[in-house]
């Protein structure tokens, strides 16, 4: 069982950045992709940034790429999303994922362990 636990949300003009942060339990996390996604009312939860178990190989979303940056402390169970440039459109509840595996994947179904989620919100 792998519990996560985000945080670092809160509300942030546009233009400004917020780091948010993803706290892992268990001693594999190593071996575990990670990926934020984010979900708007009504819409469904979409990938925004995805890492492999080494920090290695990383994934953007066009809508974020360029702006916001993944990584991961794997000494400290931890994986972040640096969110730069923020627009009113980043708007979301913000989720931590973990998979099974060490690549990445960029769909939900391929992820096993979820946070509860934080909200960033943009105001313009």
């Known amino acids: 069982q792998v519990q996560l636990v985000e945080s670092g949300g809160g509300l942030v003009q546009a233009g400004g950045s917020l780091r948010l942060s993803c706290a892992a339990s268990?001693?594999?996390?190593?071996?575990?992709?990670m990926a934020w996604f984010r979900q708007t009312p009504g819409k469904e939860r979409e990938i925004v940034a995805t890492?492999?178990?080494?920090?290695?190989?990383?994934y953007y979303a066009d809508s974020v790429k360029g702006r916001f940056t993944i990584s991961r402390d794997n000494a400290k169970n931890t994986v972040f999303l640096q969110m730069n440039s923020l627009k009113p459109e980043d708007t979301a509840v913000y989720y931590c994922?973990?998979?099974?595996?060490?690549?990445?994947?960029?769909?939900?179904?391929?992820?096993?362990?979820w946070g509860q989620g934080t909200q960033v919100t943009v105001s313009s």
């Open positions: 890492i492999n178990g080494s920090g290695a190989s990383t």
């Open positions: 268990g001693r594999t996390f190593s071996s575990r992709a």
């Open positions: 994922a973990a998979r099974l595996g060490r690549p990445i994947a960029t769909s939900i179904k391929e992820y096993d362990y």
